[in-house]
């Protein structure tokens, strides 16, 4: 890239940051050190406010630059990541929303334990619930190292390392001295951004076909290399049966993880009611959903203008195929429309990467803090000692947890950025989402069916995960040079998911106790009428 690109990409960075940090100052000055205002904003937002973070949360570094890079490498099979991520909100929607924020207070683990004998399923639940949110930041990580490699050329190699590092400091400042307020604002402005500039985008793409969609199609698939059988099933996963078993894996993992996601769950909690909580859903349906059909004109606008080629020449992933977009679309390399329009988007990308990252450590500080350490502490001193205690263990849980995350990253530089979020879904539907129904649902649940059920989901999962092609046996593994992969599929959902439901039933069926039904009866109650909610 020209140092043109760099200034001016550099600058728009250094002012959403700047933007940000006084979001994060004004938050601390107004936070009263409370587990109330530190893990849920103090339940102030409005459903508006709340659908708005809820997009902006979820429409990540996987969505911006993986989906699209996805489409623009392998057209109608890149398309299906898309669906999957939108169809998932309905079980949100119908499922979940209500339910939880009538049930919880601050984590997934409050729903689940509040029926259960609290310490086994707080830890069981709150490690399940910090894997994934590791799982996520890594993602988001990854397409941080990507942006940055492409903006700074052959340079791009150790500055990546430095970048993903940086991107971990900065979102623990945010979760630390911020917490949900910070959080959520920046959440808010991110996904005002994010919208503008696909829009801004989709438009141009649109405009350089002359508003002909068949000619945009027509073109993707000739500069593709795979002419008609772009825009046809199986490029990607129809090779075998194998190929095709790894699609189903994949889609039920899409459509069944984000109501496992922990920081989607935290979300319910920043507004006052469940009906807020609802109309927050659909509120963010609504922008999901027309920031997913612009993902795939970009996808197909990349194919088309670039070639399927020069996408994979720039990052083996496609995670830069909608900044080099961007760029052509602008007026090609050196122009001023070319540079302008480059660095807008590569900000807007780095905007998202940081609203998202910021959301994810804060659900899993809150995991590390309000789950595993108040369950094996010693109760001791007031309520609001107790709360300020655990506040400062989530603010230093999201330093461990960013250091994590930073370090898998740097592993994981070259896989496609919505493949490794498809992996943190496939975890979070067998570890945490069996659980969850169970619990809201099944009138015999109990503790061991709880435990046995986030174990028998996550373990397997996990395992899949490291004895897979992900990991080993292949020219994109994370270690190319070794091969244990004993597990032909890339992503385990197929077989974890019912692995997660099956274990909580055997381990409700073997339990040596019956389930509390005066603890499930009230707990239904509160469920569908709110009657005691927090």
Known sequence: MTGDHQTLALVLFSAFIAVTLAITTWASRRRQGTAEEFYAGGRLFSPMENGFAIAGDYMSAASFLGISGLIALFGYDGLLYSVGFLVAWLVVLFL????VRNCGRFTLADVVAARMRERPVRIAVGAASVTVSVLYLVAQMVGAGSLVALLLGGAGAHARTWMVIGVG???VVYVAFGGMRATTWIQIVKAVLLLGGAVALTVLVVVRFHGDINTLLNTAAERSGHGKDFLAPGLKYGGNWISRLDFISLGIALVLGTAGLPHILARFYTVPTARAARRSVVWAIGLIGGFYLM?????FGAAAVLGSDA?????TGGNTAVPLLA??????VGSTGGT?????VAAVAFATILAVVAGITLASSASVAHDLYA???RSGGTTKQRQRREVAVARVAAVGVGAIAIGLALLAQDLNVAFLVGLAFAVAASANLPVLLYALFWRGFTTRGAVWSVYGGLIPALALVVLSPVVSGGPESLFPGLDFALFPLQNPGVVSIPLGFLMGWLGTVFSPAAADEARHAETEVRALTGAGAA
């Open 96 to 99: 979940v929303a209500e339910l």
């Open 169 to 171: 400091a900065l979102m």
């Open 295 to 299: 993902t795939i004109v970009l996808g």
């Open 311 to 315: 996408v994979r020449a720039s990052n």
């Open 327 to 332: 760029m052509d679309l602008g007026g090609g």
């Open 340 to 344: 302008v329009l480059f660095a807008v």
């Open 375 to 377: 369950s094996m502490r």
